[in-house]
Structure formats: structure tokens, C-alpha cells
């Protein structure tokens, strides 16, 4: 049986704080920002910008704050790059490896036939997301599922954005020896005084790679910092600068990959070049490191938007493109405006509605499905005891309240085995349990309605594919 693990968020010594003037900016620019965000309807949850290392503003929606976890999705992918660095630096591993070499073992045990393609690709492929496969699959198990995806073109010749491609990189240092999540703690974040992060795993054990990693605002600060520094930090190179010049500028054409300015200007390996000289990592639903050397900043975001690069154009048009390289005179009433501002920041959260109706008992005791996802439900006084999807959670009548439940994966044969944070409230609506579960680290936000005669509909408000409104 799996353990479960207890993380506690520390990101080490806080980066330095300054005035937005300090670096160059007005604090207007930075309401600006935040007004552009709420009017294009981006739900930020966090940002940090930063300035040679120095943070001059920085934003954390309620209930997120600076030591919340949260999974970051594809940003994942540039750690992932980073530690690959590494163990080349080491002598781990060569980029120019060949797959099929790595994973001998898995290809004779499936039976696998290697064909030309194939036996030409390499980690440097990957990275580069050019494997030559015409889409992304993912199966039982993820390596053999790789190795017998048929390819279009040779490696190497086409862009083609592929998360598997950044799993077998984790899985090629797995096969070495190397746990991609203590390898990048013992190299990357113990010298930086951070701990607590965590990554998804395969069935295998394996770190998902391409996504799954929980950080915390001020670590994806930090690692922008250190890029800004070529891999420097307090001294020590934690990163080859060698293989930081080749993974954050452009290694291969993507302009036929999208319409988007800023996902057509060049991909590294696992970075994304942006058309102002900025390069950044990202993830699905707006998680941002973007760097711009030529003004040594570094904007970090964690959010839930359904168009990133609204997102940048806001960060860019009214903060970035308009920062000065000397400081601006001292404008303590703007700062204090800002600062307001800042404080009040919240995400728009739905509590549950409540009529003061009685308990409806005769919904409780019961097995719920819908889709792959169970429910049960068991009162305890006028709490519920509610065991959704094999975690247990204590659910209290009335607004939102802060819990501890088990962490899941939510993907194709991913498992974890933490304890993690979540919101709960549950009220009554016309004899209907109405239910509240928001499971703030892997942004999940579940309404689910249990109506009297039993029917069960629930939807989650982080599903972009199928947007429906915080209220009724």
C-alpha cells in the first residue's frame, strides 16, 4: 500500500523586496495590470514580479496565498528540462542518447520492432518536442505506449507538442538510476533552501515529467531568477550556463503550431520563446515564468484562464514593455494605493446555498455515480461524512471551510500519496443537498446537487471545456 506523505510548503529565504519604482515601474502600471486581468475575465491566482531578483509587486487571490500549493501543470516541463541539464552536466546522461538504447529492456519485453524512426530518436528530440509522432498516446503503460507510437516524419523535423515526449525524459533518468523529483531537490532546491515540492507519479513510480509538479508562487519567482542568472545561485552554478543558452532560445521552428504570436516564435527545450525576447515555461490554464533578459525581469503567475496569451499581453503591455532601466521617483501615495489594492485580491469562489431546510436524511447512506466518480454520504450531527472517489472528507453545513483530505491524480494511470488541502460546505436548496468541494492544489471545484429524488449532477468549475457559471 502506498504511503502517504505530509508536505510542508517552504520556499527558503523570501527574495528581496522593493517599490515597484525601484524597478522602473509605476505602481499604476501594476493596477493596471490587475484591471486588465479582471476585464478580460483571467482568474488569476497569484503573481510575483521580479526585477534582477528583487520583487517589486505581488498579487495572491484569496483563498491562494504564498504558501498554497499548486499543481502548475505544464510548467512542470521546464523543471523537468532543468534536471535533464543536470545530469547531462554529470555525465548521467547524453541528449543525443538514443531511446531505443535507453529502453532496451521495455523493447524486448513487448516485443517491440524498432523502425527507423524510432531507432534514430533521441532525448535532444524530445526535449525539443520533435519526435516525429503524429499524435500524442498515452496507455496502460506510458514507455511502451511511446515506443509503439508510429511516427510521420523522422526526429527532429517537425514541432509537435507532445507530453509523453517530456515523460520518457523523466523516465530515461528513472532508468539510470535518477528519481527525477529527489534528483532536482538534492541539485536544484536544497541549494536554493526550498522543500515540500511534489511531483505526480506513473503506475511505475516513475515522476510524470510533463506536468504533475505542485510549487508554490515564490519557487516559480525563484526559478526565473535563476535563469535570469544562467543557473547561478549565491554563487554556485546549479545549472550548466552551457545548457541553459541551448534550452531557453530557439532550437526549432514552431510557426506552423499556432495562431498565437507567442507559440509560434521558437520552442528550446521545454521553453517557449516569445516574440518580445521574453522566453518562459508555461502551463495549461495560465501557469507563467517568463523571463526577459534584455530587462532582467521575471513575472511568475499561477491562474485559471482559458487564454494564456491574453494573460502575457496583459503582464507585457502594461508592466513590462513599459519598465525603465533606472529607477523612478519615490510615489508613496501610489504605493499605498497599490498595496490596497493587492490586499484585497480574491477569487471569485461560489459558497454553497443554504434555505435552512432540514438535513435531507433519506439522501444520505447511499452510493452515488456518475461517470468514473462515487460519492457517499453519512451524517455526523449536522456535518457530513462524504467519501468521494476513495478520500474521506468532513463536510460542515454553511460558507467554506478549510480541511485536510488525500490527494488524487485525476489522469490516466496517475497515482499520489499526499495529504492535501481542501474547502468544503454543504447547504440545503428546495430539499436538494447542495455540496461545495474545493480542492484548492489540483484545482478542482466541485458543485454537486443530490435533488430529492435521488438524481445526482455535479460539474467542476476549473473544466474549461465546459464553462458554466459560478451561481445559479
Sequence with gaps: MQAIRSFVPDFGTPLP??????????????????????????RIHS?????????YAEGYYAPYGPKQFQTVYSLSKSFTSAAMGIAQGEGILNLDEKLVDIFADEVKAAGIEPSEKMRALTLRNCLRMSTGQAEEKRGVDFI?????????????????????????????LWKKGVDLE?????????????????????SRGICTGGYGLSLLPEVIAKFGTLLLQDGQWEGKQLIPKEYLDLATTKQIDNAASSDNKDWKAGYGYQFWMCQNGSF???????????????????????????????????????????????????DEAADQCLLAKLAALKAPVEQPFDDGGALPLGLLDKEYHQGAH??????DGQALLATLDGRELRVERGPLQETQCLATGGL?????????????????????????????????????????DGRLESYNVYDINNPKPLAD
Design 17 to 42: 523586496r522593493i517599490r515597484p519604482e525601484e524597478a522602473g515601474v509605476e505602481a499604476k502600471w501594476i493596477e493596471e495590470m490587475v484591471d486588465g486581468f479582471a476585464a478580460k475575465g483571467l
Design 374 to 379: 462515487s460519492l457517499r454520504l453519512r451524517a
Design 47 to 55: 503573481f510575483l514580479l521580479v526585477k534582477e531578483g528583487k520583487v
Design 280 to 330: 518562459r515555461g508555461d502551463g495549461m490554464y495560465g501557469q507563467l515564468c517568463v523571463v526577459n533578459r534584455q530587462k532582467k525581469a521575471v513575472a511568475a503567475v499561477t491562474a485559471f484562464v482559458d487564454d494564456i496569451q491574453a494573460e502575457l499581453d496583459v503582464y507585457f503591455d502594461n508592466v513590462l514593455s513599459r519598465m525603465q532601466p533606472a529607477p523612478l521617483p519615490k
Design 412 to 452: 490516466l494511470n496517475v497515482v499520489s500519496g499526499w495529504k492535501t488541502n481542501a474547502y468544503t460546505g454543504y447547504g440545503v436548496r428546495d430539499g436538494a443537498l447542495v455540496l461545495r468541494l474545493l480542492f484548492i492544489e489540483e484545482m478542482t471545484d466541485l458543485r454537486i446537487v443530490i435533488h430529492p
Design 182 to 202: 529527489k534528483y532536482l531537490q538534492e541539485k536544484l532546491f536544497d541549494p536554493m533552501g526550498i522543500h515540500g515540492l511534489h511531483w505526480l507519479r506513473c
Design 144 to 172: 511502451t505506449t511511446f515506443l509503439c507510437n508510429e511516427q510521420k516524419e523522422m526526429p527532429g523535423e517537425v514541432f509537435r507538442y507532445n507530453t509523453m515526449a517530456t515523460y520518457m525524459c523523466s523516465a530515461a
